[in-house]
Nanobody, 121 residues
Framework: QVQLVESGGGLVQAGGSLRLSCAASGSFFTINTMGWYQQAPGKQRELVATITSGGSTNYADSRRGRFTISRDNAKNTVYLQMNSLKPEDTAVYYC???????????????WGQGTQVTVSS
């Protein structure tokens, strides 16, 4: 069983910072890309940032320069440092990971339960 557990969400004033963490646990062979997505009320889930096992990153244009994604492969953990937060960043943030359960398994996407980030004006 593979689990992704997020932490670090909360309430912050505009201009403030938060750091989200997501740790993968369970039995698996390898983790490929990890990422963060957000879902605001009434909207579809959308990409925030992704990072490969080699450290290559990709950001949504609206987050580039304010958010930084990183990972610790030894801890199977991905982070999202969010600076200069705006009220429009308010959303549930979901962690994702593309994981191969065994050497012979195809990669499959797993999702965390989500963590709420609320930015007050």
């Amino acid at each position: 069983q593979v689990q992704l557990v997020e932490s670090g969400g909360g309430l912050v004033q505009a201009g403030g910072s938060l750091r989200l963490s997501c740790a993968a646990s369970g039995s698996f062979f390898t983790i490929n890309t990890m990422g963060w997505y957000q879902q605001a009320p009434g909207k579809q889930r959308e990409l925030v940032a992704t990072i490969t096992s080699g450290g290559s990153t990709n950001y949504a244009d609206s987050r580039r320069g304010r958010f930084t994604i990183s990972r610790d492969n030894a801890k199977n953990t991905v982070y999202l440092q969010m600076n200069s937060l705006k009220p429009e960043d308010t959303a549930v943030y979901y962690c994702s990971a593309t994981i191969r359960r065994t050497m012979w398994s195809p990669p499959r996407d797993f999702w965390g339960q989500g963590t709420q980030v609320t930015v007050s004006s």
